[in-house]
C-alpha cells in the first residue's frame, strides 16, 4: 500500500505500552458490555504489571490492538477519503500519499489524546521519493525489496560456508549452534524471498535447507 507514494510519514507513539492504563484496559477490552464485573477485573489483572500493558507479554499485542480499534478504524476512514495509505505496526505508524504532513500529525494527535496516548515528537520522519523509503525494513520506493545492507550481509554469509564448510565458517564467528545457526540463516533467507521471489534466494533456501538435515 505504501509503494511509490511521493511522500512517507513515519509516526511513533510514545511510551506505548506504559502509557496503556488498567482502567483503559478494562473499559475498552474487558468491561461490562463483555465480563461480569469481576471477571473484566480479574483479567485486566492478569493483563497489566503495576496497572500498566507490560511490553514483552505475549497478551499484550492483542490488548493494545483491540485499544487502538477505534483509532485504527477512524484514522483509517479519514485517510480513505483523502487518498492517504495507512497502516500500523504496534507503536509504529506510517502514511503514505501526497499530503501536507503536519495536516495528519494533528489529526492523529488529536485521535491520540483521547486514549492518553501522544506522539513521540523525535521520532517523526519525512520521507520523500528521492530518498530511501522504508516500511518495516522494507524498500518501497519503485518496487518492494529488503534493504541491500540486509541482502548483501545473507549473500557474504552464504559465500563463507561455500568457501570455508559450515563447521570452519561457525568456528571462524564463534558460534556453537550449527542448528540454531541454520535456523536464523534459513528464516532470514525465507523473509527476502517472501519480498522478492528472486531466483537467487530460491537457491539459498536449497542450499541451507540440504545443510540442515
Not at 66 to 74: G, M, R, S
Not at 103 to 126: F, G, H, S
Not at 149 to 164: G, N
Request: with cysteine.
Amino acid at each position: 500500500m505504501h509503494l511509490n507514494k511521493k511522500i512517507i510519514l513515519k509516526l511513533d507513539i510514545e511510551n506505548f505500552f506504559d502509557n496503556i492504563s488498567f482502567m483503559n484496559i478494562y473499559n475498552k477490552v474487558f468491561s461490562l458490555k463483555y465480563f461480569p464485573k469481576n471477571i473484566g477485573i480479574l483479567l485486566t489483572y492478569l493483563c497489566t504489571y503495576n496497572d500498566y500493558l507490560p511490553q514483552g507479554a505475549p497478551t499484550s499485542p492483542y490488548i493494545s490492538n483491540l485499544i487502538l480499534y477505534e483509532f485504527d478504524e477512524e484514522i483509517g476512514k479519514w485517510c480513505n477519503n483523502l487518498n492517504i495509505a495507512y497502516s500500523r505496526y504496534s507503536d509504529d505508524l506510517t502514511f503514505s500519499g501526497d499530503f501536507k504532513p503536519n495536516m495528519v500529525i494533528t489529526k492523529v494527535q488529536k485521535l491520540l489524546n483521547r486514549l492518553e496516548l501522544k506522539l513521540n515528537e523525535n521520532k517523526t520522519v519525512v520521507i520523500s521519493n528521492n530518498k530511501r523509503q522504508l516500511v518495516t525494513g522494507i524498500v518501497v520506493n519503485k518496487k518492494c525489496q529488503i534493504a541491500s545492507e540486509y541482502r548483501k550481509k545473507i549473500r557474504q554469509e552464504i559465500y563463507y560456508i561455500k568457501k570455508y564448510g559450515i563447521d570452519n565458517h561457525l568456528n571462524r564467528i564463534n558460534i556453537r549452534s550449527k542448528k540454531k545457526y541454520l535456523l536464523s540463516l534459513l528464516g532470514r533467507i525465507n523473509y527476502v524471498y517472501s519480498i522478492t521471489k528472486q531466483n537467487e534466494y530460491k537457491d539459498y533456501l536449497n542450499y541451507i535447507k540440504n545443510l540442515a538435515k
